[in-house]
């Protein structure tokens, strides 16, 4: 992309990232984001995703920088060089996922997820779940933990930690990957084209409680949960030369 003019720069609570808040705007300036030509955001991958949502409508691109630990959707921390960096980055457009999730009173609550939608057990006893896509019944009935549906970009988060498989960036497909399954106790997940419509209905609610979440916004006791991935929606991030979400992921199968 072009060197950008006008930079907003965003960054958590964390004092590293407040500190390089303080040196790069003293460097750059800041302005309102609605402004900006590009927005840097200073601090993990929570705070990236946070970014991304709280920016959705502007359609304007965000470079991470890491001031956290992980930072898999972040590039190096460097004082120096910042305008060189902007200039020379490389842009990848990722769409999200859309929860649509009705609770046992009947209220309905909507929310957008880059990495994850997941389901997981509330109470003391393992969730019972009944698997849809795309108005076919697939799985009658999973006993487990929880189940999640995931991204690409988001194959690498809790999809990884649940043994779930690391998907292209690039690929048309979705992951449904379950938590510790007791029944069937060997199914370890589907790969679904991205177009797949995931239902998941809650079985035995009073019993078996669910909690549903869309990349850190719950909702309780929820009866059904729908998942689709949002294509009118785009998130565009922006990375050094050679450290895209490609390379990352491909990093991450051999590491």
């Given at each position: 992309?072009?060197?950008?003019?006008?930079?907003?720069?965003?960054?958590?609570?964390?004092?590293?990232?407040?500190?390089?808040?303080?040196?790069?705007?003293?460097?750059?300036?800041?302005?309102?984001?609605?402004?900006?030509?590009?927005?840097?955001?200073?601090?993990?991958?929570?705070?990236?995703?946070?970014?991304?949502?709280?920016?959705?409508?502007?359609?304007?691109?965000?470079?991470?920088?890491?001031?956290?630990?992980?930072?898999?959707?972040?590039?190096?921390?460097?004082?120096?060089?910042?305008?060189?960096?902007?200039?020379?980055?490389?842009?990848?457009?990722?769409?999200?996922?859309?929860?649509?999730?009705?609770?046992?009173t009947g209220q309905v609550a909507q929310a957008l997820a880059i990495n994850e939608v997941s389901l997981l057990r509330?109470?003391?006893?393992?969730?019972?779940?009944?698997?849809?896509?795309?108005?076919?019944?697939?799985?009658?009935?999973?006993?487990?933990?929880?189940?999640?549906?995931?991204?690409?970009?988001?194959?690498?988060?809790?999809?990884?930690?649940?043994?779930?498989?690391?998907?292209?960036?690039?690929?048309?497909?979705?992951?449904?990957?379950?938590?510790?399954?007791?029944?069937?106790?060997?199914?370890?997940?589907?790969?679904?084209?991205?177009?797949a419509v995931v239902r998941f209905d809650v079985l035995e609610p009073d019993k078996r409680p669910v909690m549903a979440?869309?990349?850190?916004?719950?909702?309780?006791?929820?009866?059904?949960?729908?998942?689709?991935?949002?294509?009118?929606?785009?998130?565009?991030?922006?990375?050094?030369?050679?450290?895209?979400?490609?390379?990352?992921?491909?990093n991450e199968q051999f590491a």
């Open positions: 992309m072009d060197e950008p003019k006008l930079i907003a720069f965003t960054a958590s609570t964390a004092p590293a990232a407040q500190s390089a808040l303080a040196e790069l705007t003293a460097r750059h300036g800041q302005v309102p984001l609605h402004a900006a030509d590009v927005i840097v955001a200073l601090g993990g991958d929570g705070f990236m995703l946070q970014t991304l949502h709280d920016t959705q409508a502007l359609d304007t691109p965000v470079y991470g920088m890491n001031c956290g630990t992980i930072g898999f959707l972040m590039n190096t921390y460097a004082a120096e060089g910042l305008a060189e960096r902007l200039a020379a980055a490389e842009e990848e457009v990722i769409h999200p996922l859309a929860m649509k999730a009705v609770t046992v509330a109470g003391p006893q393992a969730a019972k779940l009944r698997i849809t896509v795309d108005g076919r019944v697939r799985m009658p009935e999973l006993v487990c933990d929880g189940a999640l549906v995931c991204t690409p970009a988001g194959s690498t988060a809790y999809n990884y930690s649940a043994h779930g498989p690391i998907l292209p960036i690039g690929s048309d497909v979705l992951a449904l990957t379950a938590m510790a399954a007791f029944r069937p106790r060997r199914w370890r997940g589907a790969l679904l084209p991205s177009s979440d869309a990349d850190g916004r719950s909702v309780r006791d929820v009866l059904s949960v729908e998942i689709r991935s949002e294509p009118r929606v785009r998130h565009r991030i922006l990375f050094d030369p050679g450290h895209g979400l490609e390379e990352r992921l491909l």
